[in-house]
């Protein structure tokens, strides 16, 4: 029995979902043939299903890259070999629009755990042959030329008295197209542990176009919209390679 997750090993699929919040995990699974729940404790919500044929292990993580972190190391543990995070982001390109795609071909390590686990210099870029399945598993669902870039990983979501680097970020042109809090440490881990990893995400908002928090609201419309169509995708990614 994996001490947090609280699922036994042997339900585990070498290919893993894993999403934030629970409930999403929960929608992500009635996606998929003969779904299961395995666990529920904490933020960490976990079934098992097939997609296209394929066993599925679906795995929400919560919030942050510390709680994340310990989702991501037992779903190692128990054997998974390929796993993709499907989340929403702030769009850091004008442009994007809500409820589009981003694919993350690597992240900046702001996450505030990555660096206890390998130093800053190693680089957390995403698997070429996931990038690669996601790119055609969205233009097979009709989804041409999805975003692609790196994502900013930070370790918190409002901003306190410290500057943030988000300006910078912004103003580089370094190709940063996103900003999230968990990408970083999922790739820094499946490099550590030899696994395949990689990231696509739905934007639900701007912030290059929208810069003011107080008015930011995740569950528009378009935003859910693009949820579950970015969950139909990483599935199609995931049972294809």
């Known amino acids: 029995m994996l001490p947090i997750l609280k699922i036994n090993p042997a339900d585990v699929a ?15 699974a009635e996606l998929l043939d003969n779904p299961v729940e395995l666990g529920f404790f904490r933020e960490y919500r976990t079934f098992a299903g097939e997609y296209k044929g394929k066993p599925i292990t679906i795995a929400s993580h919560g919030v942050g890259a510390g709680g994340a972190s310990v989702c991501f190391e037992e779903l190692a543990q128990a054997g998974v070999k390929t796993i993709i995070r499907a989340g929403t982001c702030g769009a850091m390109k004008a442009g994007i629009k809500d409820g589009e795609f981003i694919i993350g071909t690597g992240a900046i390590r702001e996450d505030g755990v990555s660096d206890r686990l390998l130093p800053l210099s190693y680089p957390a870029i995403a698997d070429r042959h996931l990038i690669a399945a996601l790119v055609a598993a969205a233009e097979k669902q009709g989804y041409a030329e999805p ?17 943030t680097k988000v300006p910078f970020w ?5 190709n940063v197209v996103a900003v999230e809090m968990e ?37 528009r419309t ?9 969950l139909k995708v990483a599935l199609e990614a995931l049972s294809s390679i």
């Open 14 to 28: 070498e290919r893993a979902l894993v999403v934030g919040d629970p409930t999403r995990a929960a929608e992500a």
């Open 147 to 163: 975003h692609e870039g790196m994502i900013l990983t930070r370790g918190f979501f409002y901003d306190g008295a410290l500057p």
């Open 170 to 174: 912004l103003e580089t042109g370094a």
């Open 183 to 219: 990408f970083a440490v999922l790739l820094t881990i499946a490099s550590i542990r030899g696994l395949r990893a990689g990231g696509l995400f739905t934007s639900d908002g701007n912030m290059v176009e929208e810069s003011d928090l107080q008015t930011y609201d995740p569950h």
């Open 222 to 230: 378009e935003v859910e919209e693009g949820v579950v169509n970015m």
